[in-house]
């Protein structure tokens, strides 16, 4: 894979932590962006990143490739990392 | 406080003004028929406020979402106890039960959160964190 995929997630938000298990259970590598952990101008910003890319401020969101997964949904993720 | 000559008592929780039913009285506990937040009753001047008994405690949002679920007759699924442990850390770092899934920290958000109580259920058949369904 070119790029690792990137996970934008809430770290109080179950749905999150489903997707980071499934990944982590698939032995994917990928980047996890705590966005409720981050200072408040560096949240500002990601948020803002979120709000463009998916058009709301849903958690989890998964970048995979051109691909982009809003919420936990384990087809999508197995069809965007071919497993 | 009194609305066209009516006593109300006001919830911290939902920040709204329920009816004082006859026969209560200071220090009574009662459930807020707005958002199920178990409260002891206290007369402040001429204003009866509702006080969180057990604020930031567990039992606290355990009985809440129970008594709001049986007062509108939604049910939980398999994901209720994780949706919980999320509240209770929203509570530990945050300082309240806010929505586990939502960024932001106001008192909207407090479960159940506004839209919640506005009819969301109703109409989208769930809350938007998933942890409110409705009952057949």
């Known amino acids: ?6 996970v934008y997630a809430l770290t ?3 749905y999150c932590k489903r997707t980071r298990r499934f990944l982590d259970e698939h ?3 990928y980047d996890c962006i705590e966005v409720d952990q981050l200072d408040d101008a ?4 990601v948020l803002e990143e979120i709000e463009k890319m998916t058009g709301r401020r849903s958690f989890p969101v998964v970048i995979i490739g051109s691909e982009i997964i809003v919420g936990h949904d384990e087809d999508k993720l197995r069809k965007a990392l071919k497993l | 406080m009194t609305i ?3 006593a109300r008592v006001y919830c911290p929780v939902c920040q709204a003004r329920f009816k004082f039913a006859p026969g209560w009285k200071e220090g009574d506990e009662v459930i807020c028929p ?5 409260l002891t009753l206290r ?3 001429s204003e009866w406020i509702g006080e969180r008994p057990e604020k930031g405690a567990e039992t606290e949002i355990r009985e809440r979402v129970d008594e709001y679920a049986r007062l509108k007759g939604y049910v939980f699924n398999d994901m209720k106890e994780e949706l919980l442990e999320g509240l209770i850390a929203k509570n530990r770092r945050f300082g ?3 929505c586990p899934c939502r960024m932001e920290h106001v008192p909207e958000f407090m479960c159940p959160c506004k839209p919640t109580r506005g009819g969301d259920v109703e109409r989208s058949g769930k809350c938007y964190c998933g942890l409110f369904w409705k009952g057949r």
Do not use: N, S
Not at chain 1, 42 to 45: A, T
Not at chain 2, 34 to 38: A, L, R, S
């Open chain 1, 42 to 45: 560096k949240q500002d910003e």
């Open chain 1, 12 to 14: 109080t938000c179950p």
């Open chain 2, 34 to 38: 707005i958002c199920g937040q178990k």
């Open chain 2, 96 to 98: 309240d039960f806010y």
């Open chain 2, 4 to 6: 066209h000559g009516e």
């Open chain 1, 27 to 29: 032995k994917v590598a």
């Open chain 1, 1 to 6: 894979m070119a790029h690792k995929p990137k």
């Open chain 2, 43 to 45: 007369l402040t001047g």
